[in-house]
């Protein structure tokens, strides 16, 4: 310690210690310390924030570091609580024991460490690329996607620009379900593309501070296989039917789907024509065995209300008949023959000349 020196070890004449730097540990002399140390009188700014203190206070302040002084050896390792520590990692914040610490000479566990990090980094290639293949085709089907609705849009856009703000409110192609799954898509396949390239580099040059390194600041943590099940809105742009209507731009339509509810296999002849006589009764029929058939649906069920054959043409060789339709309830047909009849639901006819 500085308190052991009797003489001002600056310039090592004066006998009158009076102050110790701390910084310096030096005991020093007034005029010593007053041209190290102030401000005014020293060349080197930094020595002036040194921190010097009256000497008649060393004996009680080595007192008081001598009590705050620890000893790794009372404390335990934090991995193994039965051995003693030998040192404290501060990037690990962790006391250390000797089994935990691998020096420079301990060659059999640095070579095993560094296999070991080398077989980790080699799975972690091959988790990335497994799941690489994934995010590509995923974020490419996306960008597809996104780049044919862009277009569609565009295409629209050029024919009703002057309604901007109504085709935003219909798709807007800076904010919407597509673009931020492909921007999410897109993210992790460059992620995904810059930990592949990163460990290509890495395992081929073999370099163990590499590795070390590499271990880590890369992630090993592989994202979960996820994409939007979704699709785009389909819609169109349908023009004015007269072309002199120049100031109606048209309208913008979301396309609509048409789903089968029900189907029903009919014991009918091949059907010519079919006609809703009410919201309860439609009628089909046959041209060449001139069957009609009433029939309803009730509880998803097809029912038949009333089987006809018309036998009215029999004298004229049973007119063609071309179409049929509804008047008030009953059935209006036309045929090749007898131009127009009203055909009753109690098979009775009547013509219209």
Same mark, same amino acid.
């Given at each position: ?12 004449? =004066? ?23 102030? &401000? ?13 203190? %009256? ?7 080595? $007192?008081?570091?001598?009590?705050? &002084? ?22 690990? $914040?962790? =006391? ?7 020096? %420079? ?14 077989? =980790? ?13 994934? @995010? ?5 089907? +996306? ?13 629209? &856009?050029?024919?009703? =620009?002057?309604? &901007? ?6 798709? #807007?192609?800076? #904010? ?11 993210? *992790? ?39 939007? $099940?979704?699709? %785009? %809105? ?20 979301? *396309? ?28 089909? @029929? ?12 009730? $509880? ?19 007119? #063609? ?9 009953? *059935? ?10 009203? @055909?009753?639901? #109690?098979?009775?006819? +009547?013509? @219209?000349?």
């Amino acid at each position: 310690m500085a308190s052991q020196y009797a003489n001002c070890q600056f310039c090592e004449e =004066s006998a009158g210690v009076k102050w110790l730097c701390q910084s310096c540990d030096l005991n020093l002399c007034d005029v010593c310390n007053t041209k190290i140390h102030t &401000k005014i009188h020293t060349k080197i700014e930094k020595l002036s924030e040194h921190k010097v203190i %009256p000497f008649q206070h060393v004996g009680n302040i080595d $007192d008081s570091e001598n009590e705050r &002084k620890v000893d790794l050896k009372e404390i335990a390792c934090s991995n193994h609580i039965s051995e003693k520590c030998i040192t404290y990692c501060l990037h690990c $914040d962790k =006391s250390l024991c000797s089994s935990c610490v691998v020096g %420079p000479f301990q060659y059999v566990e640095l070579s095993k460490l560094y296999e070991d990090k080398h077989l =980790s980094l080699r799975d972690l290639k091959g988790n990335i690329h497994e799941c690489y293949s994934f @995010f590509e085709e995923k974020a490419a089907t +996306f960008k597809t996607m996104d780049d044919r609705e862009v277009t569609k849009h565009n295409e629209i &856009k050029e024919k009703i =620009s002057s309604r &901007k703000k109504v085709m935003e409110g219909i798709w #807007n192609t800076e #904010n919407n379900t597509v673009v931020s799954e492909r921007k999410r898509l897109s993210l *992790i396949e460059q992620e995904l593309l810059t930990g592949k390239n990163t460990l290509d580099e890495v395992l081929e040059t073999q370099d163990p501070a590499s590795v070390f390194s590499t271990v880590e600041k890369i992630s090993s943590e592989i994202p979960q296989k996820s994409a939007l $099940d979704m699709k %785009p %809105p389909e819609w169109i742009f349908l023009e004015p039917p007269d072309i002199s209507l120049k100031e109606v731009l048209g309208s913008i339509i979301t *396309i609509p789907k048409v789903i089968p509810i029900q189907t029903f296999e009919v014991d009918f002849l091949e059907l010519n024509g079919l006609v809703s006589i009410n919201e309860d009764i439609c009628v089909m @029929f046959h041209r060449q065995s001139r069957n009609f058939k009433y029939f309803t649906i009730s $509880d998803s069920k097809f029912i038949t209300t009333n089987d006809i054959i018309d036998t009215s043409g029999k004298e004229h060789h049973f007119a #063609n008949i071309l179409d049929i339709t509804n008047f008030y309830g009953e *059935i209006l047909m036309s045929d090749d023959k007898f131009g127009i009849r009203r @055909f009753k639901r #109690n098979g009775e006819y +009547f013509y @219209f000349q």
